[in-house]
């Protein structure tokens, strides 16, 4: 065999030797995937995996090819991710350890892991009760995307308590499991917070600690350090502290430019 055509046969058959054992039927694109799964709001299950990891490949040549197991990838997207070649997806989902399972929510959002080999009797009921999860979260954001929109709609509407509304709905959304809307309602209240941050204080009363953090940090980037309400706090306290900066609010409101 001529030497140049030689070492070109195996430094192909050392690629393929390095590349991860991943099942048939799995798709190794995982901007495609998740980008279909966005556009039809569906989960999606990401297989992390190396060329090196012995249970990875025992993985997918028999749990991850077994009939059930099977049956429940045909209804949702699914892809392999090899962790040597795609470093920036394993640095992403904080994946230390292969095989890892995630799935994720449209938009990259995880709502369950795993780690390490199981066989179908395990992994089945992983995927089947991940999957629940999956949908009810993703149903959580179709929900919040429909208050989001009713939010909108009362921060320009000119009813007496439609601000407060609007402040009430937003405060609940920051406790969402879903990054996106968490964001997007803290953006909300920023812009809120700007013209009128009286009508955040209540929050400070919520009965959610994620929410009040949200709040008292946007007030104190909105007043200063002098805003000293800690969401931490008890209940008890914060509402008089909520009391007394009503009525400094209400002064600063009053005072005359200039």
Known sequence: MNPLRFLLFF??????IARADIP???????????????????????YFTASWCGPCKLMSRTTLVDAPIEKVLSTLPHVGVDIDAHPDLATKYGVNAVPTFVLITPGGDEVDRTTGYQGTADFLPWLNNGLAQARAAIAEQV????????????????????????????FALCDERDSATVNAAATRLQLLANSNPAALLEGLNDPRLATRITVANILRGKIGDEFDIDPWSDAATRDRAVRQWR????????????
Do not use: I
Not at 27 to 42: I, L
Not at 247 to 258: F, I, S, V
């Open 247 to 258: 009525g400094k609010l209400a002064g600063m409101a009053g005072k005359p430019a200039g």
């Open 143 to 170: 929900l919040s995307k429909k208050t989001l929109s009713d939010v909108d709609q009362l921060l320009t509407s000119t009813g007496t308590d439609s601000t407060q509304q609007a402040a009430g709905k937003l």
């Open 24 to 46: 048939a039927g799995w798709s190794t694109d995982y901007d495609g995937v998740t980008a279909d799964a966005d556009y039809s709001q569906q989960p999606t299950l990401v």
């Open 11 to 16: 430094a192909a058959l050392g690629a393929c």
